[in-house]
């Protein structure tokens, strides 16, 4: 059974820091590209990082350019979103999302995709 986990959210001041973890298991970790989206309420989701296993680049949307660092550990199946300079605007529910094809631009993917439960990020101002 594929499970991606999330953690590491919470509550947190302005311009404080958070990093948010996410464990996969059930899957070839290598065999997919694993980014981070976000919701909002009231909005879509965003895709926030994310990473191509096969080149190694990231990307990274431009409201957090700067702000965030996407990485991963392939031997522990974990990936981490590292947040800092935090903004009441970054407040939402963050997913990790494994995706089989590889990512488009700015995080677009088609096919096979597996999506974590989310965590809470709250940042107030």
């Known amino acids: 059974e594929v499970q991606l986990v999330e953690s590491g959210g919470g509550l947190v001041q302005t311009g404080g820091s958070l990093r948010l973890s996410c464990a996969a298991s059930?899957?070839?970790?290598?065999?997919?590209?694993i980014g981070w989206f976000r919701q909002a309420p009231g909005k879509e989701p965003e895709g926030v990082s994310c990473l191509n296993s096969g080149d190694g680049s990231t990307y990274y949307a431009s409201s957090v350019k700067g702000r965030f660092t996407m990485s991963s550990d392939s031997a522990k199946k974990m990936v981490y979103l590292q947040m800092s300079g935090l903004k009441f605007e970054d407040t939402a529910v963050y997913y990790c999302v494994a995706v089989a094809t590889g990512w488009g631009s700015e995080c677009s993917y088609y096919g096979l995709n597996y999506w974590g439960k989310g965590t809470l990020v709250t940042v107030s101002s």
């Open positions: 059930g899957f070839t970790f290598d065999d997919y590209a």
